[in-house]
């Protein structure tokens, strides 16, 4: 089974930039896209990034374009989120998510495995 597990949290300033990394083991071949959410208290949880383990395009949401960057190492089995000029809208226990879909998607049903959670704290 798929095991993920995020890093990277923690507390920033405003304006500032956070790089969180989410490992992934046992990952069978037949899983193909990771993902990023994010779920602040009382609100939904909402799409942040995906793409495929390929390395094919990336697609994020629209409150984070041209802040944030997903990548991956393919050989360590590892996605990263590069996140700059964070606001603190931004604050939310940040997710990565595998799923089985050939195709990237923003959709939380077409992942089946998700990891614990890491804690972005974005201060004024």
């Known amino acids: 089974q798929v095991q993920l597990v995020e890093s990277g949290g923690g507390l920033v300033q405003a304006g500032g930039s956070l790089r969180l990394s989410c490992a992934a083991s046992g990952r069978p071949f037949n899983t193909y896209t990771m993902g990023w959410f994010r779920q602040a208290p009382g609100k939904e949880r909402e799409f942040v990034a995906t793409t495929t383990w390929s390395g094919g395009r990336i697609y994020y949401g629209d409150s984070v374009k041209g802040r944030f960057t997903m990548s991956g190492d393919n050989a360590k089995n590892t996605v990263y989120l590069q996140m700059n000029s964070l606001k603190p809208e931004d604050t939310a226990v940040y997710y990565c998510?595998?799923?089985?879909?050939?195709?990237?998607?923003?959709?939380?049903?077409?992942?089946?495995?998700w990891g614990q959670g890491t804690q972005v704290t974005v201060s004024s």
């Open positions: 998510a595998a799923g089985n879909t050939p195709i990237p998607s923003i959709l939380t049903r077409h992942y089946g495995w």
